[in-house]
């Protein structure tokens, strides 16, 4: 498939973390605006320290560049520019992690972080029809009561939140200690999924389903190393929002040549193609896709069927979903 057709198949994104968009122009453009002193000369200077060895390495300085984001118009100026670009990726549908703890425990009130989301999602939507949802993601290297009280607090926003998730540091905190906040989202309604399998091992993966009862998977790549979890996993379709860009940057895998993502398929995973953080990581998510089809050879059927996965695996009413499965198969 050529570049143009693959940047105009129509995808929904759901793996991305808003905070991950935040493009080092825009980080210098709100320290400005914000009176904030980022630890960077300058633009070339943040991304020349763009070069992470591991997930807590690059998490450092992802949770360093947030200090600019400050205000609603932060958190809407934010949002709209991702959904912008996201659309001329052939993104339809955006399902967006924000991490609430990041901005509170900064002295940041929540209402600004989710009123200004939502207003720069709604402004990009009028704009290109993308549509978005928000997850509000629980911070799994913070305290479990620390999960408790972010939950409390988004109790008046279900509905302008749509799920909760779990991620940062990963390894040495295993989803397992999350299940009663979880059980507690599960019961306010709200869709439930979890980074599991990143870096840490299969048994996350395992507790984030039989624990945490998670809905998909978030990156899950480590699924491989455990023949049992692969067939719970196939046999019960449950997603796998894969981020290869990412396992690559973060030294997961070491070439994107030998990502898992062949021998996921191979295997009947539902997997779908993600972002994760594309202004720190090289690439927003038809990258992704064009950069899997040069590195690993995978035909148009195949990225067919992983835009197909994506409207599948996401939260979207089936009328919707129907609509635009429909739009896959006759891209405009
Ligand atoms: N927060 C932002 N990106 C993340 C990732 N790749 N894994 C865990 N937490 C994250
Ligand atoms: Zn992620």
């Known amino acids: 498939m050529d570049d143009a057709t693959l940047m105009r198949l129509p995808k929904a994104e759901l793996h991305l973390h808003i905070e991950g968009t935040l493009e080092p122009e825009m980080a210098f453009t709100l320290a400005h605006r914000n009176g904030v002193t980022l630890p960077y ?95 509000a993601c629980l911070l799994r290297d913070r305290p479990v009561a620390e999960a408790h009280a972010t939950l409390d607090a988004l109790e008046p926003y279900v509905g302008t939140v749509i799920g909760v998730g779990l991620d940062s540091a990963e390894v040495g905190y295993p989803p397992g200690q999350f299940a ?6 599960r019961e306010a309604g709200l869709h439930v999924v979890a980074h599991a399998g990143e870096e840490g091992p299969p048994s996350y993966i395992w507790e984030a389903l039989d624990v945490l009862g998670v809905e998909r998977v978030d990156h899950g790549i480590r699924c491989m190393e455990d023949t049992a979890l692969v067939r719970r996993l196939a046999a019960d379709r449950t997603p796998l929002t894969a981020c290869p860009l990412s396992n690559v940057r973060l030294r997961a895998v070491d070439d994107l040549r030998e990502h898992p993502l062949p021998a996921m398929l191979e295997a009947g995973l539902m997997v779908t193609l993600n972002s994760d953080d594309p202004a720190y990581f090289g690439g927003y998510v038809a990258d992704t896709y064009r950069e899997v089809r040069d590195a690993l050879g995978i035909d148009d059927a195949t990225l067919i069927g992983l835009a197909r996965n994506s409207f599948r695996a996401s939260f979207i009413d089936d009328q919707r979903a129907q609509a635009l499965l429909a739009a896959v198969d006759d891209p405009r």
Do not use: K, N, W
């Open 180 to 185: 009663e906040v979880f059980t507690r989202a």
């Open 41 to 135: 000369a300058d633009v070339d200077e943040l991304r020349r320290a763009h070069a992470f060895t591991d997930l807590p390495d690059f998490l450092d300085l992802y949770y360093a560049c947030m200090a600019v984001l400050r205000t609603e118009e932060d958190f809407a100026d934010l949002a709209s520019a991702y959904l912008r670009t996201a659309a001329t990726q052939g993104v339809r549908h955006a399902e967006i992690f924000f991490d609430p703890q990041a901005h509170t425990s900064r002295g940041v009130p929540l209402s600004a972080v989710i009123t200004g989301l939502r207003r720069g999602l709604d402004a990009a939507s009028a704009g290109t029809g993308t549509h978005a949802e928000l997850i």
